[in-house]
Every structure is written in structure tokens, then in C-alpha cells.
């Protein structure tokens, strides 16, 4: 069994920084890509950003330049470090590992608004 545990998530104002991290936990063998998806009221999840494990990176077009995806595997952990907030990034985000499957944290609410 694999758990996913994320953290970070919370209220801030236009403008602002939040670091989100997932660390997975339990049978953790093999991983491959990580990333974040996050979905919004209303609107489909889309992935945000993803980092394979030879450290590739990429970004959906709306975050390019204000966020950061990384990784420590000694520790089986991904970070989303979020930078210039806008009330757009408002959603609730979710973090994944992919291994023989994916697998899925349990969702950190990240709200922008003044």
C-alpha cells in the first residue's frame, strides 16, 4: 500500500507564495514521474506540472515562470513552490506518483483572494 500525504496548502493574497509538498509513504518502489494536478469549482482537473524522475520538468502555460516543481527521491517527496499567486490558482490540488500504477494524494485546498 502507497499513501500520498500533501501539505501547504492555504489562503493567501494576490501576490503571494505557498509551497506545496506530497511525500509518499508505505510499499514506495520504482518511482517514475511525479506531479500536481489541480482542479477548480466548476472546471475539469488539469495538470499543473510534472517532474520525471531523471528531473524533466514541465508546465501547464498558465504557472510557466511562477512555479517550480522538484523533487527529493531520497526522501520520496515533491514539492510545487508558487510564486505570484492569482486568483485563478484558486483550486484544490492534487499530488501523484506514478509507479506499476498511479497513485493519488488526498487533495490541499490552495485559495488566492483579497
Known amino acids: 500500500q502507497v499513501r500520498l500525504v500533501e501539505s501547504g496548502g492555504g489562503s493567501v493574497q494576490p501576490g503571494g507564495s505557498l509551497r506545496l509538498s506530497c511525500a509518499a509513504s508505505?510499499?514506495?518502489?520504482?518511482?517514475?514521474?511525479m506531479g500536481w494536478y489541480r482542479q477548480a469549482p466548476g472546471k475539469q482537473r488539469e495538470l499543473v506540472a510534472a517532474?520525471?524522475?531523471?528531473?524533466?520538468?514541465n508546465y501547464i502555460d498558465s504557472v510557466k515562470g511562477r512555479c517550480t516543481i522538484s523533487r527529493d527521491n531520497a526522501k520520496n517527496t515533491v514539492y510545487l513552490q508558487m510564486n505570484s499567486l492569482k486568483p485563478e490558482d484558486t483550486a484544490v490540488y492534487y499530488c501523484?506518483?506514478?509507479?506499476?500504477?498511479?497513485?493519488w494524494g488526498q487533495g490541499t485546498q490552495v485559495t488566492v483572494s483579497s
Open positions: 517532474i520525471t524522475s531523471g528531473g524533466s520538468t
Open positions: 508505505g510499499s514506495v518502489f520504482g518511482i517514475n514521474a
Open positions: 501523484y506518483t506514478d509507479m506499476h500504477i498511479r497513485y
